[in-house]
């Protein structure tokens, strides 16, 4: 069996720093792979480990594609093997772009069995890559996905909505992405991350997978929400009457 699964690098919200204009300053920033994409990245593992397969990792990005700490970051977790393709033009890319540019990557790497995705990147989160790439290659697609479970070439997967869980028997082969309950990633072992540059990863150019990344939709501006000043209001009084109080506040601040 074939797993790949799909990550993103991202900034560090920590580290993002906020200029007078409210606009966001990412020159300091400290990348990191997406906490969403890091339950995909512990659900394939622990699925070729428990039933046998390779596990490949794949990501579509800019300068960051090939960057040499984000590579053991995600080989350390577990992947055999790494494939990126690099594009400046991925950096900004929509979802449908970055979608493109996954789907010929796969396509190129070829003989794959199913695409884990993690629900969300951990940046913009708009939840819409996977569905896309699940489309673009015509496989079964879920998200929402809260468990999986290999039944020969098939696999039993379970659905978190908000009443209730859905169960199916998916066909392979197919795109599912992960909710943040599935699992809580391992920490890598210092053996894991020494490990990790000994490890193959291969990066493309968009040419090399033969896919032009052409946007459909353009960012005007990325600002931070205004800031205002605490209200510093203390309420005394008896518990029922700073209640009330305190309602009549919170009614009129939305």
């Given amino acids: 069996m074939k797993v790949v699964v799909c990550y993103k690098c991202v900034p560090n919200s920590e580290s993002i720093e906020v200029s007078k204009n409210r606009t966001l300053d990412m020159s300091n920033a400290q990348w990191e792979i997406g906490e969403y994409d890091l339950r995909a990245v512990e659900e394939g593992f622990l699925i070729t480990k428990n039933h046998g397969g390779e ?84 496989w079964n697609t879920l998200n929402a996905v809260c468990e999986i479970n290999v039944d020969g070439n098939a696999l039993k997967v379970k659905r978190m909505l908000e009443d209730g869980i859905e169960e199916y028997e998916v066909s392979l082969p197919a795109v599912l ?26 990066i493309w150019c968009s040419e090399d997978v033969g896919v032009s990344i052409d946007s459909t939709t353009e960012t005007i501006s990325v600002l931070a929400p205004e800031t205002t000043e605490r209200k510093q209001l203390v309420l005394e009084g008896n518990s029922d009457q700073v209640l009330d109080e305190f309602v009549s506040h919170i009614k009129k601040a939305l």
Avoid: W
């Avoid at 093997?81 to 990557?105: G, P, Q, R, W």
């Avoid at 909710?179 to 540059?197: D, Q, W």
């Fill in 55 to 138: 596990l490949i990792a794949l990501t579509v990005a800019g300068e960051i594609a090939d960057n040499s700490k984000m590579r053991k970051a995600i080989l350390s977790r577990g992947p055999q093997e790494m494939f990126a393709v690099k594009d400046m033009a991925l950096e900004n890319a929509d979802a449908i772009a970055t979608a493109s540019a996954l789907k010929a990557a796969i396509e190129k790497i070829g003989g794959v069995d199913f695409v884990l995705c993690g629900e969300g990147s951990g940046d913009i989160y708009a939840q819409r890559v996977g569905v896309i790439l699940g489309g673009m290659l015509g």
């Fill in 177 to 202: 992405m992960v909710s943040s309950s599935i699992n809580k990633p391992h920490i890598p072992t210092m053996r894991a991350i020494m490990g990790a540059g000994k490890k193959p990863s291969t």
